[in-house]
């Protein structure tokens, strides 16, 4: 079936256009039904917050992701956590034991300051491939546009493949209002003068969703989607909801 006119879309092993689920604990008999059917709309999956310590027949689902070349990585709360207790050499030989090849710095949590989030990135590199993270789960820590865009660029030249933006599982704090509604200005300051395919925007909700692939276009990263939403938002990047329907009549930044 291949009869419309739609939006181009990435495929196969994308490097943009990455839909990153969250996992806060699908049984594997679950999640082997859903990735059977739609394996190939997702990238990555974040095993969410702290929840990978105590996800009982964990390294069966992280095998099972790898099957269907699917990157899974441990949310950053648990790095916070391990970075908190000086247990972060701990933590990466936990990460190689689980044959996981992606490590979260983030600071969502913790204040853990800019230099030292570089330094764990250099350290980490070295046998990993790196996340991190910017902006704080408190809705009410503000950073400037400057601040967002100082802090993403250099976590992209210390050598991160991907920055997240910060949104949480309930948009309500980073790059949205406590209230849930985007810091448009923000995001749009933001793509001006850096390269969006290396920034994962974190959309838990449809609306959320709805808005980057309508200002940012159909291969927009999209972040903290939950599993059940993953063939909506595919039909959303195609043009094949109402809010998205004339999609592939304009020029979008990411094509």
């Given amino acids: 079936m291949d009869f419309l006119t739609l939006p181009e879309r990435t495929s196969g092993k994308r490097t943009y256009g990455i839909t990153s689920i969250i996992d806060f604990g699908t049984s594997m008999g679950e999640l082997k039904h859903i990735l059977s059917d739609y ?5 990555i999956a974040k ?3 702290g929840s990978a310590y105590v996800t009982p027949n964990l390294k069966q689902k992280i095998e099972l992701y790898q099957q269907y070349d699917i990157k899974p990585y441990c949310g950053g709360t648990l790095f916070e ?26 600071n969502g949590t913790l204040d853990i300051p800019l230099g030292e989030r ?11 491939y790196v996340i991190s993270e910017v902006g704080s789960k408190d809705c ?38 406590k209230t849930g509604q985007i810091k448009s200005c923000l995001i749009e300051e933001l793509i001006k003068d850096l390269d969006p395919k290396k920034i994962i925007f974190e959309a838990p909700t449809p609306k959320h969703q ?4 309508k200002e940012i276009g159909a291969n927009v990263n999209l972040g903290n989607v939950k599993l059940q939403d993953v063939l909506v938002l595919e039909t959303q990047r195609c043009g094949l909801r109402s809010e998205t329907f004339f999609l592939e009549e304009r020029e979008c930044e990411l094509l």
Avoid: P
């Fill in 210 to 213: 709805m808005y980057f692939i």
């Fill in 140 to 177: 009410k820590k503000e950073m400037n546009i400057d601040e967002w865009r100082r802090e993403i660029s250099l976590l992209l030249e210390a050598g991160c493949e991907y920055v997240i933006t910060e949104g949480r599982d309930s948009g309500t704090s980073g790059i949205y209002e």
């Fill in 47 to 49: 095993i969410g917050i």
């Fill in 118 to 128: 570089l330094n764990m990135i250099n350290q980490l590199k070295q046998d990993f």
């Fill in 81 to 106: 956590k391990c970075y908190h207790q000086n247990k972060v050499v701990e933590y990466a030989a936990f990460l190689r034991d689980l044959g996981i090849e992606w490590v979260e710095v983030s």
């Fill in 39 to 43: 394996s190939h709309l997702i990238d």
